[in-house]
């Protein structure tokens, strides 16, 4: 069965990092576009970050915008999500989600696949 899982979330102090990751089994990740978002307690899922299987290009929310790398590494078919200088608000749970062949461009329902979420909390 495809399956994506997240991992790397935990707590960390404002302005330390953290790395997530998201690994496939069952599929090829580098044929997805892959997408992180995140959703804070009372509030909606977001975007954060998209990579895309089309062009390869890669999208930020500007919240995060100059704090986050997305990127690939193809031999492990995962997706990263490097977190620099994280702030309180960025506390969430963090999903990773695939979806064939696209842009990034879709909401999160046009997504294909997802794994768990991974709690990620920045606090003193």
């Known amino acids: 069965q495809p399956q994506l899982v997240e991992s790397g979330g935990g707590l960390v102090q404002p302005g330390g990092s953290l790395r997530l990751s998201c690994t496939a089994s069952g599929f090829t990740l580098t044929t997805y576009t892959v997408g992180w978002f995140r959703q804070a307690p009372g509030k909606e899922r977001e975007p954060v970050s998209c990579?895309?299987?089309?062009?390869?290009?890669?999208t930020y929310a500007d919240s995060v915008k100059g704090r986050f790398a997305i990127s690939r590494d193809n031999a492990k078919n995962t997706v990263y999500l490097q977190m620099n200088s994280l702030k309180p608000e960025d506390t969430a749970v963090y999903y990773c989600?695939?979806?064939?062949?696209?842009?990034?461009?879709?909401?999160?329902?046009?997504?294909?696949?997802w794994g768990q979420g991974t709690q990620v909390t920045v606090s003193s």
């Open positions: 990579v895309s299987s089309r062009d390869s290009s890669t």
């Open positions: 989600a695939a979806e064939y062949l696209t842009y990034c461009s879709g909401p999160w329902y046009d997504y294909d696949f």
